[in-house]
């Protein structure tokens, strides 16, 4: 039986969502033997979470010498390590900002092939797809060697429950520290603040959402339903907005289970960064607006009477 690895992320010890996906992903028809590895001593902790989609045996990362927390290169020789020690297969993880350059560092480690933000992956076949020309083909990769190395998009692929019994271990790597890179300080997004790219739920607003201070708006609708606040480039090219809300061809590329769009056209470039959401809702005054063209659902009304109304009612439903 075929055993796969799937590095595991955590926030405040606790396992993301979108990791479920990953393993879904990683266990395809039942086949393989799905072992995850975690780096921040948090294995016992998350194996009741883990365990519920598939994974087998969840093993906690540490090295010898060395700051392990503030150095990427330790890491990354230390899960090269173990990736050896326990004969994997493949890699999957998260195509997040960690993600990817944590397996990048260990794909260079390894000298294996490694693709980054797929969509989907054949574990067996060591293929993978990936999204191009803002989704208009698909390319299907085939990676040649004995390991390779996927970062999926997260949200990409739906997570399917298949629980087994989990057991933890903990490899401590003899991998050591060149000294040449340290993280000295993290700087994150304001907690309690849902990640863009890995949010279930996303609202976006569009150019009519007029000021900065108007996204307060959509940051309350936000706050009941657990979701993320996005924006269109128009927005953030009038200076409503950071870039780092920015969703599109040019900003980031999101697939949450319901995307919200508020005052947005439905252009081209955007609707590149979310056609792969499950759900889309388009509110718009104007009834031709392309993203009508474009939704599942679609609401011909003013955002700044729509979007307070359905907070109401979020919150009255507590």
């Known amino acids: 039986m075929a055993q796969t690895g799937i590095l595991l992320e955590t926030d405040n010890g606790e396992i993301k969502e979108a990791n479920f996906g ?21 294995a016992e902790a998350c194996k009741a979470a883990v365990q519920e989609y598939g994974v087998k045996s969840v093993i906690e990362i540490k090295a010898g010498a060395g700051d392990f927390n503030a150095s990427p290169e330790l890491q990354a020789n230390a899960l090269a390590e173990a990736m050896r020690h326990y004969e994997v297969s493949a890699l999957l993880g998260l195509s997040s900002t960690w993600g990817r350059d944590l397996m990048a560092r260990v794909a ?19 293929i993978v797809t990936k999204s191009h020309f803002s989704g208009k083909t698909i390319a299907k990769i085939k990676l040649e060697g004995d390991v390779f190395l996927c970062g999926i998009r997260p949200n990409a692929i739906e997570a399917a429950p298949a629980a087994v019994e989990a057991s933890t271990d903990v490899y401590t790597a003899s991998a050591g520290d060149s000294g040449r890179l340290k993280v000295v300080e993290t700087k994150g997004a304001t907690s309690g603040v849902v990640e863009l790219t890995e949010a279930n739920v996303i609202v976006t607003g569009g150019r009519p959402i007029a000021s900065t201070e108007n996204f307060s708006i959509l940051k309350a609708c936000a706050q009941e339903l657990g979701a993320a606040v996005g924006a269109s480039r128009a927005a953030v090219d009038a200076g409503y907005a950071p870039h780092a809300m920015q969703v599109g061809q040019t900003g980031k590329t999101v697939s949450p289970k319901l995307y919200i769009g508020c005052g947005l056209s439905g252009s081209v470039q955007h609707f590149a960064g979310m056609k792969t959401s499950k759900i889309i809702v388009a509110v718009n005054t104007d009834k031709d607006a392309p993203i009508f063209t474009k939704c599942d659902y679609g609401i011909l009304g003013d955002l700044f009477e729509v979007v307070p109304a359905l907070t109401e009612v979020l919150k009255e439903q507590g």
């Open 108 to 126: 260079a480690a390894m000298d294996a092939p490694l693709a980054l933000d797929c969509v989907g992956v054949a574990v067996r076949d060591q």
């Open 22 to 42: 990953v393993i879904t992903a990683a266990r395809e028809t039942g086949d393989n033997e799905v072992v995850g590895f975690l780096m921040d001593g948090s």
